[in-house]
């Protein structure tokens, strides 16, 4: 059942303290009986609001600003200032809200943390008081935390290095783990992990409120690391992990390193593989065609690329491809080229996918770029997750528009003006032939005198879920089968399945739905996967409503 929310909440902070408290204050929402029995009377002015008139009043006043940054550090004000109005207001209007809390806006506070930072949030935990993690964590206020996201900033979106300014990423993805999923705040917790950070203009910055020193590597990186998960397991056995915007050469690597040892997920690995997953399921199943028949060129081989990779690579072997049948149908570059087996630098996960240079005959030598790849694979499916803003060429586009009716074309790289192609550029380059879809917003698409809306697939469309999923039902392992059952759940959700001319995926507005279905999805896998206590069918829903809280006031007692 969802929480009743006239139930009355016994609380012990007064006066400045309650105003003070982000999670308990309401501001001109405190009724007169509150404000007395609660010492607000004369701190508070005379009126008193409803919840509903205090998100008219602040929608006003947030639509009447003049950009988006603006809009995001107001959002941000309201956010640690009354967090039931925060997110009544991102409730309101999903669709306008989103970007202004997430990709691409967050991006840009990422970039003028250091400028625009005002209260705190979340935990900053740095690299000199590393000895002190513990007693950081230690705080009684930490103490109904359930989830975590952390960065170390190091690769925030296409933008690379942000170093402390990282931060602004698990505060955005936990905005969203609330808004979507109606994960209650106070069970969220943003961690950045300050290392120091290699972006000179950053460390140059007289305002740069991070760590001034060049990025920790190696085994001293490591030993923080651990330190760190060591400490967040001591303090919290059960909470979920969320490794958020580490660089490549980390993150697989922690991922490997933890995913066995507590309740823990990358998302840029495997939330971004769910979401591309099941967005392409949904266009197969439209098309009538089955993936091992595709042959997809992916355009960066990172974290995205090779997570997105092994999961769609799992989704042929499940049509019955054996692995080298599947492994056959992927071509994957990076900014060298394709990858191809006399390559000295790849990682294991780049490995599983580099190409025999012996079988490709014909083939130029030395390094192999992005045109002759698409060109010569006869690439049917085109995923972008390289960071690079407009990789894709007309040329490139025209090439994948060759070689079927409904090429897929997923410029994925955020923020908006890192995808790797425009839609608009991408409809006018395949007469409109192409299903696209891109990792952050862009205006809809208009051809022939209609509008029609541009897919956005983004880990939005899984995290807040498959978090959800994991909290209701207490599981204590990720496995991988959780995110292919996510991506599957997904693809249920098409607007496609009823309408040929219909979206990859729901709206934006229906991202609570989303994640409702995901979590239902991740229930059932953990289940199966036995990695959650034994429980009934019915009690899945039942679990799922009890964990979702809503913003709404509850009314006080004192003490
Ligand atoms: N839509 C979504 O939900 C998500 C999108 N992304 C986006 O994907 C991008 C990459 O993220 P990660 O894989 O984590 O980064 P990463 O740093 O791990 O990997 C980037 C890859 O792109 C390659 N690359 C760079 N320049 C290239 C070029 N000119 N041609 C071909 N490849 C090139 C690099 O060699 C590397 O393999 C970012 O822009 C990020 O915002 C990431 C996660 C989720
Ligand atoms: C969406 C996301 O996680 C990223 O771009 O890194
Ligand atoms: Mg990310």
Not at 398 to 407: E, I, N, Q, S
Request: aromatic share 6%.
């Amino acid at each position: 059942m969802p929480e009743n929310t006239n139930h009355k909440l016994t609380i012990r902070k007064r006066g400045h303290a309650l105003l003070s408290d982000p999670i308990l204050n309401k501001g001109l929402a405190f009724s007169a009986e509150e404000r007395a029995a609660f010492g607000l009377t004369g701190l508070l002015p005379e009126a008193v609001q409803t919840l509903d008139q205090q998100v008219t009043a602040a929608t006003a006043f947030l639509e009447a600003l003049p950009t988006p940054l603006a809009k995001h550090i107001r959002l941000r004000e309201l956010q640690d200032s009354n967090e039931t109005l925060f997110y009544a207001v991102l409730e309101h209007d999903l669709k306008a809200s989103l970007p202004l809390v997430y990709t691409p806006t967050v991006g840009e506070a990422c970039q003028k943390f250091s400028e625009i930072w005002e209260r705190p949030r979340g935990l900053f935990l740095s690299y000199p008081d590393r000895d002190r993690i513990a007693e950081r964590l230690a705080d009684p206020a930490l103490d109904d935390v359930r989830v975590i996201v952390v960065t170390d900033g190091e690769r925030i979106l296409g933008l690379g290095d942000q170093g402390a300014g990282g931060m602004g990423i698990p505060i955005g993805k936990l905005s969203l783990y609330t808004a979507c999923a109606g994960i209650a705040p106070e069970h969220t917790l943003p961690i950045m992990l300050d290392c120091g950070t290699n972006n000179e203009d950053r460390r140059n910055n007289p305002n740069y409120l991070g760590w001034r020193h060049e990025r920790v590597r190696g085994a001293d990186y490591d030993a923080f690391i651990d330190a760190f998960v060591s400490a967040v397991k001591a303090r919290w056995p059960d909470v979920l992990l969320q490794w958020e915007d580490f660089a490549g050469v980390n993150a697989a690597p922690i991922l490997e390193k933890y995913r066995d040892a507590l309740c823990t997920f990358n998302d840029d690995i495997q939330g971004t593989a769910a979401v591309a997953a099941g967005a392409i399921l949904a266009a197969n199943d439209a098309r009538g065609s089955r993936l091992r028949d595709q042959t997809i060129v992916m355009v960066g081989a990172g974290s995205a690329g090779v997570g997105i990779a092994r999961l769609l690579l799992q989704v042929m072997r499940d049509e019955g491809a054996s692995e080298d049948e599947a492994r056959a149908q992927f071509f994957m570059t990076d900014k060298d080229g394709l990858l191809t087996d006399d390559r000295k630098d790849l990682d294991a996960g780049q490995t599983l996918f580099a190409r025999a240079r012996a079988a490709l005959e014909g083939w130029p030598d030395g390094a192999i770029g992005l045109q002759d790849t698409i060109e010569r694979a006869q690439a049917t499916i085109l995923i972008g997750v390289s960071g690079q803003g407009g990789l894709f060429t007309e040329q490139a586009i025209r090439a994948v528009a060759k070689t079927c009716d409904r090429p897929i074309i997923f410029p994925l790289s955020n923020p908006t003006s890192h995808a790797e192609a425009t839609p608009e550029q991408i409809m006018d380059w395949t007469d409109g032939r192409a299903l696209v879809s891109t990792g952050s917003p862009f205006p809809p698409l208009k051809r022939d005198g209609s509008e029609k809306r541009v897919d956005q697939t983004n880990n939005a469309y899984i995290f807040p879920g498959m978090g959800l999923g994991i909290l209701a039902c207490g599981a204590t392992r990720v496995t991988e089968t959780m995110f292919m059952a996510a991506a599957r759940g997904l693809a249920t959700l098409s607007p496609l399945k009823a309408d040929k001319d219909g979206n990859l995926l729901p709206p934006i507005e229906d991202l609570r739905k989303v994640a409702r279905a995901v979590a239902e999805a991740t229930v059932r896998q953990a289940r199966i996967d036995k990695v959650c206590p034994v429980f009934e069918d019915h009690q899945i829903g039942e679990k799922i409503d009890a964990m979702m809280w809503t913003p709404a006031y509850r009314p006080y007692r004192a003490a």
